[in-house]
């Protein structure tokens, strides 16, 4: 294929370029940086939104009217009018036609077209043909100056993704360089069935003008097939050597509890789950090998996670190394610190806590007992891994409701967690003493999540990581009977509440989500509580909020705990993690503003005891689709697998996942979920790629995943 048979004589080319890019072409540096890409190499895969066939002529008097048409005439006149307003009114003449006569209009024109569009110049004009004053006429058709041996393009022409001050013509120019100088062979051998990487490549960017327009415009053609094969091949691959070189780390192999397991589950009123068992197991499989484990727990709201992290955690204990167990939010470290003490002091192990509240004098001791190993457990959030905090010999990290963290986040606590390990950050003057000299080892790594992932996502964006998943509730769990009630009804949903309380249970009523701001968001937890508290004065009434000081939140969650209050009224904090049995009944004021996730976290704050559960939602009317389409899906649905799915139809892989936070698409052709025969055979080919071709690998990595290779690991 030659490459470049496309590039216009661009002398000829006028049409569609700015004044600027007229006196001074843009480099291809230029475009591709305009664009978003760090090389000019990296244009190859810009691939055109949708095409335009200047393939033919129309002859002028077969143009209708409303036909969007490529014409070929002769200007006759053309004159400056300043009415309506100033324009450059052009009459051709296609002679070829009986003569036909056409007026087209520039609205913006520079001085260097009025010379060029006189009289005796033969152009062409791409546009839709409008009934006009004096006949068919175009406004602002795409045009170019050409002569009568001007050969026509033999492919469609190509219409790319743009942005702001850069025109097709440029990028069009830049991308035809980058396809004349890059080497498109195909590094790997070309799968079955497939085209070559440059055939794909040039029917992508020059269809023939037989291809079918809409096929390629909805990526169904085997040259789309072929680039969403290769970039899911990319990823494939590049998980692949990741779980590589995961393996060729080292671990401390915890293989033994000694004892602590049998007299921690002693201790339970409860027996396991068959479903925690097998999760516990495999993690334990994990721990007895000398490389980093790198498991995702994943579970619904209330299927038992933090005790299988518990025992999770004994192994290190026993070995006497230490654990760290991290979570999102203060109000969650707390209740995992809780269990964490409840269920292993008795064991005589040392748990201590520490927060960015955390100050002063317990803050310097949790510090020191860290350091010198006297703590053996740490709980808190990502306090924990600030650069204050040397641990003395850690050898198991915790992170709970990992989704909870940014992309970006779980990539600096990898790092910090190997840092860690290795002793890096260990002040110099704290003595290594311990018979485990941690350095060169990097910690086991256990990450927990309520929030589900598809397993054709799982495969394809955390393919590094290995999955359990709790698929049962302990036993004696009710059901949570979900209502959504139109916000005009809320006082008979107070009544309701009133009754509620004062038969004895305990409910949550669950303020506003005002993402703006925190301060909006507490006014508005504040409002509904001076209401609550006014409508209801014969209830104990609480508020626990974010912006609450860490002992006052606390105090706040143990009266709550204790009974002493019928109704706590709270902002999003308690989604996670807080664990009141007797709280069976919540009030979610404006439902329709929260994520599917974030209500199916909330609502797993109540069904937790034997009580009958409900949860209200209250909405404010009118609803837009998305808010009505959530609310009968977290109405319809109690299971966090199913809502998850759901979440993901409606929004798409890359906001599901977190994705857009970080800033970067992680795919930018393929759809691990429509595409999932193409990534199925991706994986299956990457790991035969990498035994027979290594260097060809290296080479289609570099073509595809040129940075950001780093995301595809956490
Ligand atoms: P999540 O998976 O949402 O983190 P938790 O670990 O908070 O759930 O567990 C929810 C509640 O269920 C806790 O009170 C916990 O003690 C209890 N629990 C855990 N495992 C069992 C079990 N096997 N039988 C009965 N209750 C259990
Ligand atoms: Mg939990």
Redesign the pocket.
């Known amino acids: 294929m030659t490459a470049n048979s496309n590039i216009r004589n661009p002398k000829s080319e006028i049409r569609n370029r700015t004044k600027s890019e007229i006196r001074n072409p843009k480099s291809e540096i230029e475009v591709a940086h305009k664009l978003g890409y760090a090389s000019p190499a990296d244009l190859i895969l810009h691939l055109p939104l949708r095409y335009e066939d200047e393939t033919r002529i129309t002859p002028l008097r077969d143009a209708r009217l409303g036909d969007t048409v490529q014409i070929e005439g002769v200007v006759e006149h053309s004159e400056i009018q300043n009415r309506p307003r100033r324009q450059l009114v052009v009459q051709v003449v296609d002679a070829a036609s009986d003569n036909a006569r056409l007026v087209f209009r520039l609205l913006h024109f520079y001085p260097s077209q009025v010379a060029l569009l006189k009289p005796g110049t033969r152009v062409r004009l791409m546009g839709e043909v409008r009934p006009g004053f004096f006949g068919a006429e175009m406004v602002h058709p795409q045009f170019r100056v050409v002569r009568e041996t001007t050969p026509l393009p033999d492919t469609l022409t190509p219409i790319y993704p743009a942005v702001a001050a850069l025109s097709q013509y440029a990028i069009r120019r830049a991308v035809e360089s980058a396809l004349s100088e890059a080497d498109l062979g195909d590094p790997l051998p070309i799968p079955a069935g497939f085209p070559s990487f440059a055939e794909a490549l040039h029917s992508l960017h020059h269809p023939s003008p037989d291809a079918r327009q809409e096929a390629l415009e909805s990526h169904d053609t085997p040259a789309w097939r072929r680039l969403k094969f290769d970039e899911l091949l990319a990823q494939q691959l590049s998980l692949r050597l990741a779980a590589r070189q995961r393996l060729a780390l080292r671990a401390l192999p915890l293989p033994d509890d000694g004892g602590l397991q049998e007299r921690l589950l002693a201790a339970l009123p409860?027996?396991?789950?068959a479903a925690?068992q097998r999760a516990l197991r495999e993690i334990r499989d994990d721990l007895a090998r000398p490389h980093p484990m790198n498991r995702l727990l994943q579970?619904d709201?209330?299927?038992?996670?933090?005790?299988v992290a518990a025992l999770a955690i004994l192994p290190a204990l026993a070995a006497g190394t230490q654990a760290a167990v991290m979570a999102p939010t203060e109000i969650l470290a707390e209740q995992l610190f809780l269990k964490f003490q409840e269920w292993l002091q008795p064991l005589g192990i040392e748990v201590a806590w520490l927060a960015a509240a955390l100050k002063g004098k317990a803050k310097k001791a949790a510090i020191a007992g860290i350091a010198d190993g006297s703590v053996r457990v740490a709980v808190g959030t990502h306090a924990l891994f600030q650069n204050d905090v040397s641990f003395h010999n850690l050898a198991l990290v915790v992170v709970d409701e990992q989704h909870r963290f940014g992309v970006a986040q779980r990539l600096a606590l990898r790092a910090k967690g190997a840092q860690v390990a290795s002793g890096e950050s260990r002040v110099a003057s704290t003595p290594i003493d311990s018979p485990l000299a941690t350095r060169d080892l990097q910690p086991h790594l256990l990450m927990m999540s309520?929030t589900p992932i598809p397993r054709s996502l799982a495969m394809s964006y955390y393919a590094d990581l290995d999955v359990s998943v709790i698929d049962e509730l302990?036993?004696g769990r009710t059901p949570i009977a979900t209502r959504t009630i139109n916000a005009n009804r809320r006082d008979e949903v107070i009544a309701r509440l009133r009754e509620y309380c004062l038969s004895g249970a305990q409910a949550y009523w669950v303020c506003p989500l005002v993402e703006e701001s925190d301060k909006l968001q507490l006014r508005a937890a504040e409002e509904s509580h001076a209401e609550l508290v006014a409508l209801l004065p014969e209830l104990n009434i609480g508020l626990v909020h974010g912006r609450m000081k860490s002992e006052a939140k606390a105090a706040v969650m143990s009266a709550f705990k204790a009974g002493e209050l019928h109704l706590l009224v709270a902002t999003t904090v308690i989604e996670v993690?807080v664990?009141v049995?007797n709280a069976a009944l919540m009030v979610i004021e404006h439902a329709e503003r929260y994520g599917l996730a974030q209500l199916h976290q909330l609502r797993?704050r109540v069904g937790?005891g034997a009580r009958e559960s409900s949860c209200v939602l209250l909405y404010e009317t009118p609803l837009s689709d998305t808010a009505r389409q959530r609310l009968k899906i977290i109405h319809d649905h109690n299971d966090g697998f199913a809502i998850a799915r759901a979440d993901l139809q409606l929004r798409g892989p890359g906001e599901f996942l977190g994705a857009r936070q970080s800033g970067q698409q992680l795919l930018r052709f393929a759809d691990p979920l429509a595409d999932n025969d193409l990534l199925e055979q991706a994986r299956d080919a990457a790991a035969d790629l990498l035994e027979q071709h290594p260097q060809g690998v290296q080479r289609h990595l570099v073509r595809w995943l040129p940075r950001g290779l780093d995301l595809f690991r956490v």
Do not use: E, H
Request: charged letters at 15%; proline letters at 10%; zero cysteines.
């Open positions: 409860f027996a396991m789950t925690q579970g709201v209330g299927s038992g996670k933090t005790l309520a302990p036993p993690g664990d049995a797993g937790r």
